[in-house]
């Protein structure tokens, strides 16, 4: 037990954050990049880029050319249409069991778009790590962690408003690192904790299924049916002859949503319980849009129009909406890339303060101990992940469009990398002294990435897309190249810094430390 209630305040907090201080890393750099998956994918997608999307699709042709490829009893056919965000015209087939087929086609041409890991990757390592339910389970334990960190973390923070206004990084070593946590902790703050508890919430039924099981009897498809007012009906098991055209329907479901149709799914299309449903986007409004129309796949027959929601399922939608950030357009997305990296230096920057602050500690264990562990991992996580992934985005253009799994490439190559990276960290000569070397190794590979666009896809490179006022792919040039002069300042300042010797503060009593102690012991374990 702690002496004071700080103190076991500050102990919380530290081994809240250190413990799953890495996994959060990666659940915040894959979140921080999806603000923009959409254009991310659009960017690796450069066989579609300057070109003009046909305005109007035939919908009916489309679902027919999924029906000759999907596999046997299909569950669903999705299909997206055309945006600002993403012009290809994405299709799906989903099965009850195992992974969908995704299909992404360019309605200039009518031809199949080479696939790609795209933005979609980091939206999925975001919220289930790439393993399904349990990913999402560790996702929500690690949640759960953070808000405990950041509550702590409020209460242990005396000096909240006036650490908002100091970094003094040429301070170096510890001193630097605690700014650097101390400012974007704050300067994110309402942010981090809008995010955290969001994005527990969005999976409470998941999290906490007691109340589904005794109410539905774990029927989890019938709870969001009733939950959302959507419609499903039980399969015939008769087959359907055809699908009623479904371009005949847009007109009527456009008007009966009020607004343009985003997206259209038929479910159980080889049955005669067949549906064709049509919705909107989420950009109207910060609550998710679940508005729906349905409609009989077998003679076009309209079946159900969702209503309006209940109150505990529209503030579900409120709180996922918010977490989400599809409305608001490219201002508010860039807001929450910015604050998002923010969250990625605070975990960053905290975790390398617990290190710092056991120096001694650390070279007395020797590099093969726990801290030595912990030296590692915060330069191969921290240090690896923005390397593979600037790595995953040179694949994309190196790759030949005509690989088999070039998907599945992206992504070796991406966990290559960080594997890579990792052992590399590991080495105890780089460990002691890596960041600087780290630094340097994301700033060549960031540089690297609009120059070998530049090389390689001659409508997509920075100059092309700046020419004709594609600003959503330049974006993803510019943002690279500021990385790249982010990571080469603190490269240089790293190197720079490697040569002198660290400064010794004096040993002050904690009757004149005061309030200064519990800041500077907040990422302490005792």
Wanted: proline share 5%; net charge neutral; glycine share 10%.
């Amino acid at each position: 037990m702690k002496n004071t209630f700080s103190q076991a305040m500050a102990w919380l907090h530290t081994w809240a954050g250190l413990v799953i201080g890495w996994l959060l890393f990666v659940i915040f750099v894959g979140g921080t990049i999806a603000c923009f998956d959409k254009e991310l994918t659009h960017w690796m997608q450069p066989a579609l880029h300057g070109k003009t999307p046909v305005a109007n699709i035939d919908l009916s042709r489309t679902i027919e050319g999924l029906q000759r490829i999907a596999k046997p009893h299909p569950h669903a056919y999705y299909l997206t249409l055309p945006s600002e965000r993403s012009p290809a015209l994405q299709s799906a087939v989903y099965y009850d069991a195992g992974p969908h087929d995704a299909i992404n086609i360019d309605t200039s041409t009518g031809q199949v778009v080479p696939e790609t890991a795209g933005g979609e990757f980091f939206f999925t390592l975001h919220y289930n790590l790439h393993s399904e339910t349990w990913g999402m389970y560790i996702v929500g334990i690690a949640g759960m962690f953070m808000l405990i960190a950041i509550l702590t973390g409020i209460v242990i923070h005396k000096r909240i408003f006036k650490d908002f206004f100091t970094f003094r990084p040429n301070s170096g070593g510890q001193r630097a690192w605690l700014d650097g946590h101390n400012l974007t902790g704050v300067l994110g703050l309402p942010f981090h904790l809008m995010i955290a508890y969001t994005g527990v919430a969005i999976f409470v039924a998941n999290y906490m299924p007691a109340g589904l099981f005794a109410a539905y009897d774990g029927d989890v498809e019938k709870f969001y049916v009733e939950a959302s007012d959507s419609y499903e009906r039980p399969e015939t098991h008769q087959p359907l002859k055809s699908i009623y055209p479904i371009d005949q329907l847009i007109a009527d479901a456009r008007e009966r949503l009020g607004q343009p149709i985003s997206w259209v799914s038929v479910h159980h299309p080889d049955d005669t319980s067949a549906t064709i449903s049509f919705g909107g986007d989420h950009s109207r409004a910060v609550a998710w849009n679940f508005d729906q129309v349905f409609y009989d796949a077998n003679d076009g027959k309209l079946l159900h129009e969702s209503g309006a929601f209940k109150s505990g399922y529209k503030t579900y939608t409120f709180l996922g909406g918010l977490h989400m950030a599809q409305w608001g357009g490219s201002a508010l997305r860039w807001l929450y890339f910015v604050l998002g990296l923010a969250g990625c230096v605070m975990i960053a920057s905290g975790m390398q303060v617990w290190v710092n602050k056991r120096a001694k500690k650390v070279a007395e264990a020797g590099a093969w101990s726990g801290y030595g562990l912990v030296q590692a991992l915060n330069l191969g996580v921290v240090g690896g992940m923005p390397l593979a992934s600037a790595a995953m985005l040179l694949a994309n253009r190196l790759i030949p469009a005509a690989t088999a799994e070039r998907a599945s490439w992206e992504i070796g190559v991406f966990c290559a990398v960080w594997i890579l990276a990792s052992l590399y960290a590991a080495i105890p000569a780089v460990r002691s002294r890596g960041w600087g070397h780290f630094f340097a190794l994301n700033a060549v590979a960031f540089a690297l990435i609009p120059l070998v666009n530049l090389a390689t896809a001659p409508q997509s490179h920075l100059f092309a897309t700046i020419a004709r006022g594609d600003w959503a792919l330049a974006c993803v040039d510019l943002t690279a190249l500021a990385f790249c002069i982010g990571f080469a300042w603190l490269a240089r300042h790293s190197f720079a810094k490697a040569g002198q010797p660290v400064p010794v503060r004096p040993a002050r009593s904690r009757a004149t430390r005061g309030d200064a102690a519990i800041d500077d012991t907040a990422v302490a374990d005792h």
